[in-house]
């Protein structure tokens, strides 16, 4: 069991893991569509039950109950398409940052307390993602089992075929025959796949390169700390701060990489949630009949899961600028370095203290859009309420 486990917390499992779901392959120097037709298969899946949930809000607009449980549907759709098109689009991209993150752990010269802090905060990060991974596998399995228990347990009940769904949608078919309605579990099955490893590949990947950056701003403390003990000329302590200004800026340019490469995901992550997160509410304040809520609290954590990764990812990497750049100006010794050295310093010095925003085009990542989402779902929830009281 013990080995299982360190098996599952080894580097970059669970998004392998979940991209080879679905015929994706995050590996150097290979073919980013592992199984091409896989990948299609689940994309033409999930677009056609997207285009049932929009008939069926159009078919049932004037009940915003209803209709705001099928947009819940709906838009979680739209995130895992776009998302994943995005993913595939960028995957090379990404690969390449990924063995960038890992560059400076991998060399011969890493020594033991470095790798101990790769291994540690990449522990952290697979630890979250195998989480997150239950998380979504929990939402996907009690959308399914739920719905066919119900039907079970009334056909033992009764002996009549009733089919029971927590989908909301217009099907061009009959479901109502039991063929017809396993036949439409099975492609239900590959929706839920879909948006299960797709959700938690992408985000889970976004998180690690956070526990990466994170790693690699310690690994410079450290450094830090080891040439000013092993380094007291002013020689010699002048060739090692050159090194670790120069490691920096090559962080710095990872950071920015970073940032651009995940960009539109965030973007799109930011735009859906607020409607996502006030279709959730909506299912607490405006219960109906057939509700699935051991799905809705899957789905609830899942989606507030999200919103950590993001906000609190990027709020990570600011907080590791930061604390380097304090760890630098406390460290250097100031009093032993000639009138030259100090002016050459303020211009890396300045380079450390700026500020690191991730952002995603039109917001900045950080507690302060977590408010702004919160505000902005609840301001929509408040209008679908009254707009419900009124009808």
């Not at 990924?98 to 522990?123: D, G, K, M, P």
């Amino acid at each position: 069991m013990s080995k299982l486990l360190e098996a599952c917390l080894t580097d970059l499992w669970t998004q392998r893991f979940t991209f080879a779901r679905m015929g994706l392959e995050l590996q150097p120097d290979r073919q980013v569509l592992r199984s091409p037709l896989t990948y299609i298969v689940m994309v033409l899946a999930t677009s056609f039950e997207l285009c049932t949930v929009c008939a069926y809000i159009v078919l049932h607009r004037s009940d915003i109950v209803l209709c705001s449980e099928a947009l819940m549907h709906g838009v979680q759709m739209i995130s895992s398409l776009l998302k994943m098109t995005i993913f595939v689009c960028k995957c090379p991209e990404l690969v390449s940052l990924i063995v960038a993150l890992q560059a400076s752990f991998r060399r011969s010269t890493a020594n033991a307390a470095e790798l101990r802090i790769w291994q540690l905060q990449n522990r952290r990060g697979q630890l979250c993602s195998a989480i997150y991974f239950l998380l979504c596998a929990g939402t996907s399995v009690s959308f399914l089992l739920m719905p066919l228990a119900s039907t079970a347990l009334h056909y033992y009940r009764t002996g009549q075929f009733v089919p029971v769904s927590s989908f909301r949608v217009a099907l061009p078919y009959d479901v109502t025959q039991p063929a017809i309605y396993l036949l439409d579990c099975c492609l239900m099955v590959l929706v839920l796949t879909f948006f299960c490893c797709s959700t938690t590949g992408v985000d889970t990947l976004y998180g690690w390169f956070v526990f990466g950056l994170t790693a690699n701003y310690r690994r410079l403390v450290l450094k830090l700390q080891h040439d000013l003990l092993q380094a007291p000329a002013n020689r010699k302590l002048e060739r090692c701060l050159a090194q670790l200004f120069r490691q920096h800026a090559q962080l710095l340019e990872l950071v920015a990489r970073f940032d651009v490469a995940f960009r539109d995901i965030a973007c799109v992550e930011v735009l859906l949630i607020c409607v996502l997160y006030c279709s959730v509410i909506c299912q607490y304040i405006m219960p109906h009949t057939n509700q699935n809520f051991a799905f809705l609290g899957f789905f609830s954590l899942v989606v507030s899961t999200q919103l950590c990764i993001y906000g609190f990812g990027a709020e990570q990497v600011r907080h590791e600028g930061e604390q380097f750049a304090h760890r630098l100006y406390q460290l250097v010794p100031w009093h032993q370095l000639t009138p030259r050295q100090r002016r050459l310093l303020l211009l890396p010095l300045q380079r450390a203290q700026k500020e690191t925003q991730l952002g995603a085009y039109f917001f900045v990542l950080g507690r302060p859009l977590l408010v702004w989402i919160f505000r902005t779902a609840g301001s929509f929830t408040t209008l679908l309420n009254t707009l419900r009281a009124q009808n």
